[in-house]
C-alpha cells in the first residue's frame, strides 16, 4: 500500500517539476535562462512516472541551476523518501542541495533542517545533534533546533545535558524550563537511588525543589529518602507536601503517612490528616485507612467501612468490606463466610489487573506510574486513578 502511495504522490511531482523546468526552457529560449537539455526533462518524468527514485535523484541532482521553487521540489521529495522510510535516499538528496553552491542562507537552513530530521529518524543521533548545533548556532529555527537537542539528550538519559540543553532553551525562548529540569533532577536520583547511594539522590531531590518548589515527585522523593534513613516527621511532612500540591496523590502517600505515624506514635496527628482528606479529595481510602486503625485497637471497623460505603462507594471499600465481614461470628454461623471471601477474592484481582494511572493530557492508562508519559512523551501528567486505589498495605 506505502508502495502504491508513494508512486501515485511521485506523478503529480513528475508534472508539477515537468511544468517548472518546462518553463525554465521556455525562458532559455528568449534568453533569460539557461536551457535545460528536453532529454533531460523527458527522461526525469519518465523515471519519476515509473518509480525509479534512484535514477529521479541523480537527473534531479545533474540540474545545473537551482532557484527556490526547484528546491521546494527537492525537498517534497526528500521529505517523500523519509516518510516512507529511505533514509538513504533523503540524506542523497539533502546532501546534494547542501553541497550546491548559491543558496541563500535561509534556503540552506531550511535544507539542513531536513537534513537534521533525516538523521533524527535513521537513530543517528550524534550526527542529527551537530545539524540542529549549526542551525541553533546560525540564528536559524533556533527554537526546535534547541528542543530537538534536549529531546536527543533526554531520549538517551544524558540528563546533566538534557539540563544544559533546557537551560539553552528557557535563554532562547524566555520560557521558565524548571519543572522540567526538575523532573531531570529526580531521574538522577532515581538513577543515585538505584545505585544505593542515597546521600547522592537527596543532593538530586534537594536541587529539583530548588527548581521547582510545587514538584510533586521530588516530595514523595524526599519523603522516601527521609524515611529510609529514619527521620520519620520530616519524612511526613515531605509527603504530607505532596498531597497538598495535588489530592490525587492521595493513594501514594496516605500508606506512607501511616507508617510514619506508627514510627512517631503520632495517630491523633494521623486521624487529622485523614479528616483533612476528606474534605480535599473525594477518594474513599480516608474510610479504609479510619477502618484499619480502629481494627489496630482492637475496635470493629464494620460501621465505618459501611459508612463509606454509603458516602463513597468504591471496590477499595468494598474489598476491605468484604474482608471484615467474612470474620464476623453471625456471617460465620450461616455460612457465609466462604461467599464473602470468594467475592472479596475476586474483587482484589480485579483491582490489580486494572489501571492504577492515568495521563491527564492522552489518556494512557498504565498499572504503574511513569512520571513521564510513553505514549504522549509529557513529563508530571500521569496521576493515580481514584476508582481504582490500592488497598494500604497492598
Same mark, same amino acid.
Request: include cysteine.
Given at each position: 500500500?506505502?508502495?502504491?502511495?508513494?508512486?501515485?504522490?511521485?506523478?503529480?511531482?513528475?508534472?508539477?517539476?515537468?511544468?517548472?523546468?518546462?518553463?525554465?526552457?521556455?525562458?532559455?529560449?528568449?534568453?533569460?535562462?539557461?536551457?535545460?537539455?528536453?532529454?533531460?526533462?523527458?527522461?526525469?518524468?519518465?523515471?519519476?512516472?515509473?518509480?525509479?527514485?534512484?535514477?529521479?535523484?541523480?537527473?534531479?541532482?545533474?540540474?545545473?541551476?537551482?532557484?527556490?521553487?526547484?528546491?521546494?521540489?527537492?525537498?517534497?521529495?526528500?521529505?517523500?523518501?523519509?516518510?516512507?522510510?529511505?533514509?538513504?535516499?533523503?540524506?542523497?538528496?539533502?546532501?546534494?542541495?547542501?553541497?550546491?553552491?548559491?543558496?541563500?542562507?535561509?534556503?540552506?537552513?531550511?535544507?539542513? %533542517?531536513?537534513?537534521?530530521?533525516?538523521?533524527?529518524?535513521?537513530?543517528?543521533?550524534?550526527?542529527?545533534?551537530?545539524?540542529?548545533?549549526?542551525?541553533?548556532?546560525?540564528?536559524?529555527?533556533?527554537?526546535?533546533?534547541?528542543?530537538?537537542?534536549?529531546?536527543?539528550?533526554?531520549?538517551?538519559?544524558?540528563?546533566?545535558?538534557?539540563?544544559?540543553?533546557?537551560?539553552?532553551?528557557?535563554?532562547?525562548?524566555?520560557?521558565?524550563?524548571?519543572?522540567?529540569?526538575?523532573?531531570?533532577?529526580?531521574?538522577?536520583?532515581?538513577?543515585?537511588?538505584?545505585?544505593?547511594?542515597?546521600?547522592?539522590?537527596?543532593?538530586?531531590? %534537594?536541587?529539583?525543589?530548588?527548581?521547582?518548589?510545587?514538584?510533586?515527585?521530588?516530595?514523595?522523593?524526599?519523603?522516601?529518602?527521609?524515611?529510609?534513613?529514619?527521620?520519620? !516527621?520530616?519524612?511526613? &511532612?515531605?509527603?504530607?507536601?505532596?498531597?497538598?500540591?495535588?489530592?490525587?496523590?492521595?493513594?501514594?502517600?496516605?500508606?506512607?503517612?501511616?507508617?510514619?505515624?506508627?514510627?512517631?506514635?503520632?495517630?491523633?496527628?494521623?486521624?487529622?490528616?485523614?479528616?483533612?482528606?476528606?474534605?480535599?479529595?473525594?477518594?474513599?481510602?480516608?474510610?479504609?485507612?479510619?477502618? #484499619?486503625?480502629?481494627?489496630?485497637?482492637?475496635?470493629?471497623?464494620?460501621?465505618?467501612?459501611?459508612?463509606?460505603?454509603?458516602? #463513597? !462507594?468504591?471496590?477499595?471499600?468494598?474489598? &476491605?468490606?468484604?474482608?471484615?465481614?467474612?470474620?464476623?461470628?453471625?456471617?460465620?454461623?450461616?455460612?457465609?463466610?466462604?461467599?464473602?471471601?470468594?467475592?472479596?477474592?475476586?474483587? %482484589?484481582?480485579?483491582?490489580?489487573?486494572?489501571?492504577?494511572? &492515568?495521563?491527564?493530557?492522552?489518556?494512557?492508562?498504565?498499572? &504503574?506510574?511513569?512520571?513521564?508519559?510513553?505514549?504522549?512523551?509529557?513529563?508530571?501528567?500521569?496521576?493515580?486513578?481514584?476508582?481504582?486505589?490500592?488497598? !494500604?498495605?497492598?
Amino acid at each position: 500500500m506505502l508502495d502504491s502511495l508513494f508512486t501515485w504522490l511521485l506523478l503529480p511531482l513528475g508534472l508539477v517539476l515537468g511544468w517548472v523546468l518546462g518553463q525554465r526552457s521556455q525562458q532559455a529560449v528568449s534568453g533569460t535562462e539557461a536551457t535545460i537539455p528536453p532529454e533531460q526533462l523527458g527522461g526525469l518524468l519518465t523515471q519519476l512516472a515509473s518509480d525509479d527514485p534512484d535514477q529521479a535523484i541523480a537527473a534531479l541532482t545533474r540540474v545545473a541551476e537551482i532557484d527556490h521553487s526547484t528546491v521546494e521540489l527537492h525537498l517534497t521529495l526528500g521529505n517523500l523518501f523519509r516518510k516512507r522510510g529511505e533514509i538513504d535516499r533523503a540524506l542523497r538528496i539533502h546532501e546534494a542541495l547542501l553541497a550546491r553552491p548559491g543558496l541563500s542562507e535561509a534556503i540552506q537552513a531550511q535544507v539542513r %533542517r531536513e537534513f537534521a530530521y533525516d538523521y533524527l529518524r535513521a537513530g543517528v543521533m550524534d550526527h542529527a545533534e551537530e545539524q540542529f548545533e549549526k542551525l541553533a548556532a546560525g540564528g536559524h529555527y533556533v527554537g526546535e533546533a534547541l528542543d530537538q537537542i534536549r529531546i536527543i539528550y533526554e531520549q538517551g538519559r544524558d540528563w546533566p545535558h538534557a539540563i544544559a540543553a533546557a537551560r539553552r532553551l528557557e535563554g532562547a525562548q524566555g520560557e521558565s524550563r524548571r519543572a522540567l529540569i526538575a523532573q531531570y533532577e529526580c531521574e538522577m536520583a532515581d538513577e543515585a537511588r538505584r545505585a544505593k547511594n542515597d546521600g547522592e539522590a537527596l543532593q538530586h531531590v %534537594r536541587r529539583a525543589l530548588a527548581e521547582d518548589s510545587d514538584c510533586v515527585r521530588a516530595y514523595l522523593h524526599l519523603g522516601n529518602l527521609l524515611e529510609a534513613r529514619g527521620e520519620f !516527621p520530616a519524612a511526613a &511532612q515531605a509527603y504530607l507536601r505532596a498531597f497538598q500540591l495535588d489530592a490525587r496523590f492521595l493513594p501514594d502517600v496516605i500508606e506512607p503517612l501511616y507508617r510514619c505515624s506508627q514510627k512517631t506514635n503520632s495517630g491523633e496527628g494521623f486521624l487529622q490528616f485523614l479528616s483533612d482528606a476528606k474534605e480535599i479529595s473525594s477518594s474513599s481510602l480516608p474510610y479504609v485507612a479510619e477502618a #484499619r486503625l480502629l481494627a489496630d485497637e482492637g475496635l470493629d471497623p464494620l460501621d465505618r467501612l459501611a459508612q463509606g460505603l454509603e458516602v #463513597r !462507594p468504591s471496590r477499595a471499600v468494598l474489598a &476491605q468490606f468484604l474482608e471484615v465481614l467474612e470474620k464476623q461470628p453471625g456471617v460465620i454461623a450461616a455460612g457465609l463466610d466462604k461467599p464473602a471471601a470468594s467475592l472479596r477474592l475476586a474483587l %482484589r484481582r480485579l483491582m490489580e489487573s486494572s489501571p492504577k494511572y &492515568q495521563c491527564n493530557n492522552c489518556g494512557f492508562s498504565p498499572r &504503574q506510574q511513569f512520571w513521564q508519559c510513553p505514549s504522549c512523551k509529557r513529563w508530571g501528567s500521569i496521576t493515580p486513578i481514584d476508582e481504582a486505589m490500592r488497598l !494500604p498495605g497492598a
